[in-house]
Structure formats: structure tokens, C-alpha cells
């Protein structure tokens, strides 16, 4: 009897999957982008684990966003290849530190900006991709080839990265929408002239990151870190993805702060993301004092 209790079920049939629950902290919340309606950390961890291609926003500077990810990453279950903003752009996955290698060291041979990124900051995601993805990409672009971008547009870029960008072009809300990023990010003192180097800039590093879940996602589901900006539906990568990739489905979770306007769900903020995660905000500086 012991053994047939063991063996019960169908001969060869998987045992059930453990539930995984992922509990948020009292400071954080996810809310639907278009109905306002709560979900529960369940909630998100089901719609994740559901999508073949998770495009997690953040503020860069914001600890509470690179946590929350962190705790939703390690719960998925789904180990997925993780592609980095913060890595150089790679054409294969980058290798895991070896037995015994310091992390920071392990960072420094892989091109990870520490100084410029304030890491620690991205230590509970970057934990958390080793820990439980299935790869890691980086998918950052290098200064020389966006300067070079800048100043001549979309046709120097990369062949396969002008290729994404021209397959799918943005349309003039999604111009009209980085532009007025790019502007209100540069506290409004950005020179008119400098807006179309700068949109073709924004738009060869939203490439580099679709082309790198796209090889990430070829062997399974693909995770994006980045900046709330590239994984914006109405202007980054997800219109890539779903050109390249029509049937496969693309979940966008914008990670946003209490009190701001992308916090506030409805209409415009769901031309943004699919759901939003809000937390407290980061304590900072005025960007602006000065500039």
C-alpha cells in the first residue's frame, strides 16, 4: 500500500506542480495599466510565468524596483534567459562566475559599468538571474556605435539592428512619446536639434534588446531588465517583439513611484505598460538643480 500510495496516478505521470507564492511588500503595489484593478503577488507571478517574452521596467536608481523583480524572478519557476540593459551586448549568453569567482570581479570581465550603475543597486536582480535564469545576455550598446548613430542616424546603425527598426517603425505617437521623454528627462533644456540623433540613438538600443530576447527567448521564455523607457509598448521594444515574434506573447510590467503620473492607472498609462508596480520612491537629489 505504501508503495502504490507512492506510485498513485497514471504510471509515468509528473507529480503536481508546488504551488509558488510571492508575497509583496507593504509599500509595493501592482495594478492593472488599464482597469486600475489589484493584483496580488500570485497574481503577478501567474501572469509572468504565462508570457513567453517579460519586459520588467525600472527606475534605475529605485533599490525597491530591482527587489520586487528580484522576488518575482526567483518565483516564477519559469528560468528564464535574462537579458541585462546593464551588460555589454552579447552574441551568446554570458558565462556564469566560475566556482569561487568574486561577483564584483566577475562584473568587471563582463563590461558591467559598476561606478555608473551604483551597484549595488542591481545586486538583488542580478542575484536573482544567476540563481534562477535560465542564461544571461547583455544587450548595451557601446558609446562609440550610438555616437556614431547620433550624429548619422538609423542607416549607421548595425545591419541587424537597423533591420529591426525599420521593420517596425515607430509612427508619430511613438516618436511624439520619446521625444517628450528625452526632453522632460533633460529637465526641457535639450536643444531642438539634438532630438532626432537622440530619438535614433533611443531607438538602436531598443533593438540591441530585442535582438538579444530573441536569441535568449529561442530555447525558452526571455526576461528583460531595463529602463522604464525601452520597454514602454507605445515606443520601445515590445514593437519589435511583436513583429518579429506575432505569436509569441509579450508581457510589459512598468515599475513606477507613488504620487507620479504614470502611477495613476487608465488610458494613457495602459498605452504604456500591461501592468504597473508601484513602490515608494527613491530618495534623490533634484535632477535638475543646476543643469
Known amino acids: 500500500m505504501l508503495a502504490l500510495t507512492a506510485c498513485g496516478g497514471h504510471a ?110 542591481h545586486q538583488p536582480v542580478v542575484d536573482a538571474a544567476l540563481a534562477s535564469g535560465r542564461a544571461i545576455w547583455g544587450s548595451g550598446i557601446s558609446r562609440d556605435e550610438i555616437r556614431v548613430v547620433f550624429h548619422q542616424g538609423i542607416d549607421a546603425a548595425p545591419e541587424g539592428l537597423r533591420r529591426l527598426i525599420v521593420d517596425a517603425p515607430l509612427d508619430q505617437a511613438g516618436r511624439s512619446a520619446i521625444e517628450r521623454e528625452l526632453i522632460e528627462g533633460h529637465c526641457g533644456k535639450l536643444p531642438p536639434e539634438m532630438l532626432p540623433g537622440m530619438r535614433a540613438a533611443q531607438s538602436v538600443r531598443d533593438a540591441s534588446m530585442a535582438q538579444a530576447l530573441l536569441a535568449g527567448g529561442a530555447t525558452g521564455p526571455a526576461w528583460l531588465i531595463a529602463g522604464n523607457g525601452h520597454v514602454r509598448i507605445d515606443m520601445g521594444v515590445p514593437r519589435m517583439l511583436h513583429h518579429e515574434a506575432p505569436a509569441r506573447t509579450v508581457l510589459v510590467v512598468g515599475s513606477v513611484e507613488r ?19 508601484v513602490t515608494p520612491p527613491a530618495g534623490r537629489p533634484d535632477p535638475c538643480a543646476g543643469m
Open 12 to 121: 509515468g505521470t509528473a507529480p503536481p506542480p508546488v504551488p509558488v507564492t510571492m508575497t509583496l511588500p507593504e509599500s509595493t503595489a501592482v495594478l492593472d495599466a488599464a482597469t486600475g484593478a489589484s493584483l496580488t503577488g500570485a497574481d503577478l507571478v501567474r501572469r509572468a510565468a504565462a508570457a513567453d517574452f517579460v519586459l520588467l521596467g525600472e527606475l534605475h536608481d529605485n533599490a525597491y524596483h530591482h527587489q520586487v523583480r528580484a522576488a518575482l524572478l526567483t518565483a516564477s519557476g519559469k528560468h528564464p534567459a535574462v537579458v541585462f540593459e546593464q551588460f555589454p551586448e552579447t552574441s551568446a549568453p554570458i558565462p556564469p562566475p566560475e566556482p569561487g569567482q568574486d561577483l564584483e570581479a566577475w562584473l568587471d570581465v563582463h563590461g558591467f559599468d559598476r561606478t555608473g550603475w551604483k551597484w549595488p543597486l
Open 259 to 277: 504620487g507620479t503620473d504614470e502611477a495613476v492607472p487608465g488610458a494613457e498609462t495602459a498605452r504604456r505598460y500591461d501592468l504597473i508596480l
